[in-house]
């Protein structure tokens, strides 16, 4: 079971998705776990980074408010805003699911495009983040804002865990993996509190 | 051999003088045109300028300058401030753009693509984009053909196919404001004159015009008049940098100090051996009604309406060209409209209010209009996409000896 729909895939690789977000301005939260779903398989990502802008690579938004009151009063009166931005987000991907097997590693073939992103459901995200390789995966990635959006995807983890040691335990996990890189590892825990 | 700045310095210098001169006069002019803009009958009755303008007119045309015709009721000179801002209304406009048909490729097509824009302000604030492209491709939709003769057809050429185009756009704009929700005012724009001098002289069969004017782009207008019967439709052109003489020329006419000048023609009086010296030129030559209205205008404000006399638009019917002159405050600009909105005051004053609205949305260009071109634009990467996705269709079909030798020596650059 998955909650509503967020978008769709518009561009895709084994280890990352892009999403166009239906909803101007609405992105999931960093470090959501997000779901695609092609035939079989669940592809699992965390998002990593979140841009809103012009829809037209080639034109810029510009300041448009300078004599109005607020950025609610900017769009109303330009509302051909909404059709000319637009918000994407670009998840790592860090497991899936074939059949009903949830496997932290990389999916045989990329995200499909235009298949619907959706946030993973708290059944989907308990099961998803019992075990604590998906971690690897994320400390492993070459992505921006990529050890953010681990502190906040551990964290948004435990939230839909019951055991209450959940973030006691995935923090010794990363000081496992982290074992020669305290500094980044202080970072990530830092972050998992805040 | 390199150029030698040292001869050319002095030469440069003189163009500097001539140019300065000629500032000088031109404000001399400029001066001259307003005095005669606000006494316009400082050289003439009424009458014989009325006389004048309607010999400027074909067949007899003994005055050679085309000029607009007196407002209706208003002086030349007449002067609207901008009204209350406008904040509840809707705004369409469409614009259009094309794939050529090209003389090397596998198959002769062209394609017009006509976009645009609907934005709603107010309390409940939308928009909509939309583009529709039109392929046309079999041999009938190349030419356009006789209804009463089918052995007479036109080939459509570069100048047809703008004008085809503008008929699209005429009726995308008067499709989707029929679906705005009752009771909004419309401000319903294109770009480019309303005129179409095209099918003025002979270039083109009766049967070219009655398809793209009477049975094309009027129809179009014919749909707006009557969707203003239930609500305000003000539905314009908007020109941007216009180069329009026909208030000017009307100047003309009324400084012209040749007594019967209507009836003895320009031709006579002022030719070489003609005791006249051009004298209209001295409110006139060298000037735009731009450049006129730029001296009378304040920032906001518009002209009065002129009844445009282009013979063209005597076939107008209820659709014959008004045209005002509106400081947007980046540029004078002409605003081109139907009789049926000119001659409704609160229309006029709502569509001045509106224009302004969105060329300060606009950052000097009506938005509505900047958005539209947006949404109808063909990319050079547009033609690429659409020619690649042609040819593979072609190849797919078995068609695929592709285009000429000379074209694909063009598309692979190889040393």
Request: a neutral charge; proline letters at 5%; aromatic letters at 6%.
């Given at each position: 079971m998955?909650?509503?729909?967020?978008?769709?895939?518009?561009?895709?690789?084994?280890?990352?998705?892009?999403?166009?977000?239906?909803?101007?301005?609405?992105?999931?939260p960093l470090g959501?776990?997000?779901?695609?779903?092609?035939g079989?398989?669940?592809?699992?990502?965390v998002?990593?980074?979140?841009?809103t802008?012009?829809?037209d690579?080639s034109?810029?938004?510009?300041?448009l408010?300078?004599?109005?009151?607020?950025?609610d009063e900017?769009?109303k009166e330009?509302?051909?805003?909404?059709?000319?931005?637009?918000t994407?987000f670009?998840a790592l991907?860090v497991?899936?699911?074939?059949?009903?097997?949830?496997?932290?590693?990389?999916p045989?073939?990329p995200?499909?495009?235009h298949?619907?992103a959706h946030?993973?459901?708290k059944?989907?995200?308990?099961?998803?983040?019992?075990?604590?390789?998906f971690?690897?995966?994320?400390?492993?990635?070459d992505?921006?804002?990529r050890?953010?959006?681990?502190?906040?995807?551990?964290?948004?983890?435990?939230?839909t865990?019951?055991?209450?040691?959940?973030?006691?335990?995935a923090g010794?996990?990363?000081a496992?993996?982290?074992?020669?890189?305290s500094?980044?590892?202080n970072t990530?825990l830092?972050?998992?509190k805040? | 051999m390199?150029?030698?700045l040292?001869?050319?310095?002095?030469?440069?210098?003189k163009m500097?003088?001539?140019?300065?001169a000629?500032?000088?006069?031109?404000?001399?002019?400029?001066d001259?045109a307003l005095?005669?803009?606000?006494d316009?009958l400082?050289?003439v009755t009424?009458?014989?300028?009325q006389?004048?303008?309607r010999a400027?007119?074909?067949?007899?045309?003994?005055i050679?300058?085309?000029m607009?015709?007196?407002?209706?009721?208003?002086?030349?000179?007449?002067?609207?401030?901008?009204?209350?801002?406008?904040?509840?209304?809707?705004?369409?406009?469409?614009d259009?753009?094309?794939?050529e048909?090209?003389?090397?490729g596998?198959?002769?097509?062209f394609?017009?693509?006509s976009?645009?824009?609907?934005v709603?302000?107010?309390?409940?604030p939308?928009?909509e984009?939309?583009?529709?492209?039109?392929?046309?491709a079999?041999?009938?939709?190349?030419?356009?053909?006789?209804?009463?003769?089918?052995?007479?057809?036109?080939?459509?050429?570069?100048?047809?196919l703008?004008?085809?185009?503008m008929v699209?756009?005429?009726?995308?704009?008067?499709?989707r404001?029929?679906?705005?929700?009752?009771g909004?005012?419309?401000?319903a724009l294109?770009d480019?004159t309303?005129?179409?001098?095209v099918y003025s002289?002979?270039r083109?069969?009766?049967?070219?015009?009655?398809?793209?004017?009477?049975?094309?782009?009027?129809q179009?207008?014919?749909?707006l008049?009557?969707?203003?019967?239930?609500?305000?439709?003000a539905?314009?052109?908007?020109?941007?940098?216009p180069?329009?003489?026909?208030v000017v020329?009307?100047?003309?006419a009324?400084h012209?100090?040749?007594?019967?000048?209507?009836?003895?023609?320009c031709?006579?009086?002022?030719?070489?051996?003609?005791p006249g010296?051009?004298?209209?030129?001295?409110v006139a030559k060298?000037?735009?009604?731009?450049?006129?209205?730029?001296?009378?205008l304040?920032v906001g404000?518009r002209s009065?309406?002129?009844?445009?006399?282009?013979?063209?638009?005597?076939?107008?019917?209820?659709?014959?060209?008004?045209?005002?002159?509106?400081?947007?405050g980046?540029?004078?600009?002409?605003?081109?409209?139907?009789a049926?909105?000119a001659?409704?005051?609160?229309?006029?004053?709502f569509?001045?209010a509106a224009?302004l609205?969105?060329?300060?949305?606009?950052r000097?260009y009506?938005l509505a209009l900047?958005?539209?071109?947006?949404a109808?634009?063909?990319?050079i990467?547009?033609?690429?996409?659409?020619?690649?996705?042609?040819d593979?269709?072609?190849?797919a079909?078995?068609?695929?000896r592709?285009?000429s030798a000379k074209?694909?020596?063009?598309?692979v650059?190889?040393?």
């Amino acid at each position: 079971m998955t909650t509503g729909k967020l978008g769709e895939v518009v561009e895709a690789s084994t280890a990352s998705f892009t999403v166009h977000c239906h909803k101007l301005g609405e992105p999931p939260p960093l470090g959501s776990l997000i779901t695609v779903a092609d035939g079989d398989i669940h592809i699992y990502g965390v998002v990593h980074n979140a841009t809103t802008g012009s829809i037209d690579p080639s034109r810029k938004a510009l300041a448009l408010g300078e004599e109005l009151a607020s950025a609610d009063e900017v769009y109303k009166e330009h509302p051909e805003l909404t059709k000319l931005l637009r918000t994407d987000f670009t998840a790592l991907v860090v497991g899936f699911k074939d059949k009903e097997e949830v496997r932290h590693n990389l999916p045989p073939r990329p995200a499909k495009i235009h298949g619907f992103a959706h946030i993973a459901s708290k059944k989907e995200s308990q099961d998803f983040t019992k075990g604590f390789h998906f971690l690897e995966v994320l400390l492993n990635a070459d992505a921006q804002n990529r050890d953010a959006a681990l502190a906040a995807c551990v964290r948004q983890a435990a939230e839909t865990q019951t055991d209450k040691e959940y973030l006691v335990r995935a923090g010794k996990e990363l000081a496992k993996l982290l074992a020669q890189d305290s500094r980044r590892l202080n970072t990530i825990l830092r972050m998992m509190k805040a | 051999m390199a150029l030698d700045l040292g001869k050319s310095a002095p030469q440069i210098e003189k163009m500097a003088e001539s140019l300065k001169a000629r500032v000088g006069e031109r404000q001399r002019r400029l001066d001259a045109a307003l005095r005669q803009l606000h006494d316009p009958l400082g050289n003439v009755t009424f009458e014989v300028l009325q006389k004048r303008i309607r010999a400027s007119l074909p067949p007899r045309r003994k005055i050679t300058w085309a000029m607009a015709s007196l407002p209706d009721g208003e002086a030349l000179d007449a002067v609207y401030r901008a009204p209350a801002h406008v904040k509840e209304y809707a705004v369409v406009a469409t614009d259009g753009s094309q794939i050529e048909p090209d003389r090397h490729g596998e198959a002769r097509y062209f394609l017009l693509n006509s976009g645009g824009i609907y934005v709603r302000y107010g309390p409940k604030p939308e928009a909509e984009i939309f583009s529709t492209p039109s392929l046309f491709a079999k041999p009938e939709e190349m030419v356009i053909t006789d209804p009463e003769d089918s052995f007479k057809q036109q080939q459509i050429d570069e100048t047809l196919l703008g004008e085809l185009r503008m008929v699209m756009e005429a009726e995308a704009l008067a499709v989707r404001v029929g679906k705005i929700a009752p009771g909004l005012p419309v401000l319903a724009l294109l770009d480019g004159t309303l005129i179409r001098f095209v099918y003025s002289g002979s270039r083109y069969d009766d049967f070219v015009r009655k398809k793209l004017l009477e049975h094309g782009l009027l129809q179009a207008f014919d749909r707006l008049y009557a969707m203003s019967e239930s609500r305000r439709v003000a539905f314009a052109s908007y020109i941007s940098k216009p180069g329009s003489h026909e208030v000017v020329n009307l100047l003309r006419a009324a400084h012209c100090p040749h007594a019967g000048v209507e009836e003895a023609g320009c031709a006579v009086l002022c030719a070489k051996t003609g005791p006249g010296k051009m004298e209209c030129d001295d409110v006139a030559k060298g000037l735009t009604d731009a450049d006129l209205f730029s001296e009378l205008l304040d920032v906001g404000e518009r002209s009065a309406l002129f009844p445009t006399q282009a013979p063209i638009v005597h076939l107008y019917g209820p659709h014959a060209v008004w045209s005002c002159y509106v400081n947007t405050g980046d540029e004078i600009a002409r605003l081109e409209m139907p009789a049926w909105v000119a001659r409704d005051v609160k229309t006029v004053d709502f569509m001045h209010a509106a224009i302004l609205d969105q060329c300060k949305k606009g950052r000097g260009y009506p938005l509505a209009l900047q958005e539209a071109h947006e949404a109808a634009v063909v990319t050079i990467g547009d033609k690429q996409n659409f020619q690649r996705v042609l040819d593979s269709t072609l190849v797919a079909h078995g068609m695929g000896r592709g285009t000429s030798a000379k074209a694909r020596s063009k598309r692979v650059r190889a040393v």
